[in-house]
């Protein structure tokens, strides 16, 4: 199985802030690599798919990158609202996914 | 606007069953692949299973293999996941959700509750 580890596991951060999660597989997976974002007692919500390819209505500060074993998400400037945790998932091996542990992003 | 509301959780006990359904609107079911992903008390996702369009493809994960089947009618709009011989570790709220392509999924439920406790 392709395993994902995501760094940081927590993150305190300000508004304004850029903040960058990385995501890392155990083995090379292309660029089948999608972000979710998801605030407590609320389902996931897809940010980004395809590695870079930003979901619809999802605002431009999100971004996600990389190739391979190595895929970061960035948020160019924290808001408010984006105090969650974050889902890297791999689909490299559908339909057998996996996903990150997961990163919590919270108020500094 | 797409929805997708699941119910049929609650408690019951190891080695029980339970089935749990989906019901979608707002777009076109029968034309989109669909899947399961559950997510246990305070912990990660896990993805659960997954059926296409038609349901010529049918897909688990090991940990629920043999004991969990995954159907949908597309006349209803329904997916379903018939969950049998239940342990504490299948406790979780589980998710339905839309595959956009590949796995990813674009549309999610609200989640359902499923707790395995005697």
């Known amino acids: 199985d392709i395993q994902l580890t995501q760094s940081p596991s927590f993150l305190s951060a300000s508004v304004g802030d850029r903040v960058t999660i990385t995501c890392r597989a155990s083995?090379?997976?292309?660029?089948?690599l999608a972000w979710y974002q998801q605030k407590p007692g609320k389902a996931p919500k897809l940010l980004i798919y395809?590695?870079?390819t930003l979901q619809s209505g999802v605002p431009s500060r999100f971004s996600g990158s990389g190739s391979g074993t190595e895929f970061t998400l960035t948020i160019s400037s924290l808001q408010p609202e984006d105090f969650a945790t974050y889902y890297c998932q791999q689909l490299n091996s559908y339909p057998r996914s996996t996903f990150g542990g997961g990163t919590k992003v919270e108020i500094k | 606007e797409v929805q997708l509301v699941e119910s049929g959780g609650g408690l019951v006990k190891p080695g029980g069953s339970l089935r749990l359904s989906c019901a979608a609107s707002?777009?076109?079911?029968?034309?989109?692949?669909m899947n399961w992903v559950r997510q246990a008390p305070g912990k990660g996702l896990e993805w659960v299973s997954s059926?296409?369009?038609?349901?010529?493809?049918?897909y688990y994960a090991d940990s629920v293999k043999g004991r969990f089947t995954i159907s949908r009618d597309n006349a209803k709009n329904s997916l379903y996941l018939q969950m049998n011989s239940l342990r504490a570790e299948d406790t979780a709220v589980y998710y339905c959700?839309?595959?956009?392509?590949?796995?990813?999924?674009?549309?999610w439920g609200q989640g359902t509750l499923v707790t395995v406790s005697s």
């Open positions: 395809a590695a870079s």
């Open positions: 083995q090379g997976i292309s660029s089948y």
């Open positions: 707002g777009f076109t079911f029968s034309s989109y692949s």
């Open positions: 059926i296409s369009s038609s349901s010529s493809y049918i």
């Open positions: 959700a839309r595959d956009l392509m590949g796995g990813t999924s674009d549309y």
